[in-house]
């Protein structure tokens, strides 16, 4: 559903701000910063390490309050309120539940009545979307129209995930391919578009998201592709069928006890020799002012393992659970974005490999 002009234009509002305090109001919180810390150090202190210390530096900070503010509240903008997207789609309730009740009849999309997804999924607003991904019917389509947003200076919304695929296909011709936590099939759509004869199948715990998932995969004609709703850490399907496990932006959603039981599941589905390569948000060095920018980014945008994700060895992880040649290696999600003079405000996007 495109949305009304008024909306349009103040979706449009959020956009340009986002673009704003990424491309003026971060590097001008990095200068500060790095102002602070050089002033610490000329005070005999010792420089920060670790996201804490760089905290405390800017505790009393008035830019980073302003940076903080600005970010959580145009998160909320972009869905509540008048104009935001969630009262949006509620005023077209009816007319998008009778579409989304079209995949009632679609062959590539398998729901679950009884399904109960995990605690930790339905006891916080992930990003800041009122009642989660799963909380309401037309949660998919609000997602679906909020993610054109998300990454504020990618205007090309396509750009970074067909920039994934291609880094996949790069190493692995996939054959048989599982997707876990597809969302409404944006990570998912690539695959079907590019590589054919592939048997694809991708899993998620959001039926609304599911939804919108297949009925896209329907208008895109894709065949070879199947919707799941199942939880990536017990999927139920078959062990060692699939060549390649894949994900794009699911490890930081998860507790780290369920990302175990995610790594241990992608191991039990590959056949001997198979990739698992999962895209997500990695901060690559021990840089304390990256580090807490991430963090606290997880913190304003209702994210909370985005920390504990970071703080893991997930190469000891990927290891224990039997993977071998266990590689990760930042992404450059646009052209130009991992370039030494690269300032505005970026996603660490990282790419996890390893092979069973
Ligand atoms: C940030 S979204 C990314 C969606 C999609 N991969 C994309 O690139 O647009 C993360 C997705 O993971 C799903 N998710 C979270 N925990 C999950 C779990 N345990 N099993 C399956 N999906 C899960 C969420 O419902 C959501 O759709």
Redesign the pocket.
Known sequence: MKPQRKVEAYQQFVLDCKIYWSTQVYPELQSHYSHLADQAQRSGNKAPTQAREAQALLADSTLYQFYAWYERHLQRMKYSGRMGLVPHFDSERDTLEARLAEADSLDNLQLDPAFQP?RY?TSFDVHQHPKG??GDSLAGLVYEQA?RSTTPLLRRDRDL?HRFTAELLARVRPKRMVD????FG??TRPFYQEVSGIELTA????EP?LRVAALNARDDQASGVRFLQR???DTGLEAGRFDTVT????LH??PPP?LERVVAESFRLLEPGGTVIHLDFLVPDPDPFKRFIHYSHGRRNNEPFMEPLNELDLVALHKQAGFTEVEILPFEEAEGTLAPGYRAWRFPWAVVIARK
């Open positions: 995990p999924y991904l799963a993610s995930h876990l936590g597809c969302g944006k990570s899993v998620d715990l959001s998201c939880d990536a850490a994900s794009t932006m699911l959603e998860l369920h």
